[in-house]
């Protein structure tokens, strides 16, 4: 079930639960749809997958998948090609995925719409004692050349969709059925695997929350 906070500034927090990938997108369409058309506040969506690997644009995404289809599926995990930027990543329980619905009609800069984003990551993690940062020529949060977080988007009328994943307690065995994001110099990582103790999944979303409007209000009143 859904629950939905709408701020004293043009920005909205839902949270979706579990869901499948598929129809999240589906979901996620629609509210560009809404917002295009000024039915509805700049959004930030937040949901758990069920356990998939997508695809995305990036040439050679397909040479990334490492097991057949017959072992995703006894694995439990569905394949689906996206349209977001990047390569191929994993989905799944213990990942927090958040996809922002945001009108950049008035901004048109997508460089700057991702390093926001990755600034929130960031500044999330610091709450919890992990000091990441943005790797040359690489997508989404680093510490050293550990990935714990992945950044894939794409636009529509400038309206933004797809987000990022961030790992908190998913099951990493699932990351070795692909190169995850393509990484050959490089490996994947979680909150719970560099904290060495459990995470609490809401005290994550409200710090990814509250960081997300600290970055993203000013923007957010200024696109209309």
Not at 53 to 80: P, V
Not at 181 to 197: F, Q
């Amino acid at each position: 079930m859904d629950t939905q906070q709408h701020t004293s500034s043009p920005l909205s927090l839902v949270d979706w639960g579990r869901t499948a990938y598929a129809d999240a997108f589906e979901r996620q369409k629609e509210l560009v749809n809404k917002r295009r058309n000024q039915a509805t506040n700049d959004t930030l969506v937040f949901t758990e997958h069920d356990p998939v690997y997508t695809l995305g644009l990036r040439k050679g995404a397909d040479q990334h998948l490492i097991w057949d289809k017959s072992t995703c599926a006894q694995q439990g995990i569905t394949i689906y090609r996206s349209n977001r930027g990047g390569d191929i990543t994993y989905h799944g329980p213990g990942q927090i995925v958040g996809y922002p619905i945001i009108s950049l009609q008035k901004r048109r800069d997508l460089h700057a719409y991702l390093r926001d984003l990755e600034a929130v990551v960031i500044n999330t993690l610091t709450h919890f004692g992990l000091e990441s940062d943005r790797r040359e020529g690489k997508t989404g949060i680093w510490l050293g050349q550990r990935k714990i977080c992945a950044i894939g988007v794409a636009v529509r009328s400038w309206v933004t969709y797809h987000g990022f994943a961030l790992n908190v307690s998913p099951d990493m065995r699932h990351f070795t059925g692909i190169v995850p994001c393509g990484i050959t110099d490089g490996t994947v990582t979680s909150m719970e695997l560099e904290l060495d103790r459990k995470v609490d999944f809401a005290e994550v979303k409200t710090a990814l929350a509250v960081e997300f409007q600290k970055v993203f209000q000013n923007t957010a009143a200024q696109n209309g």
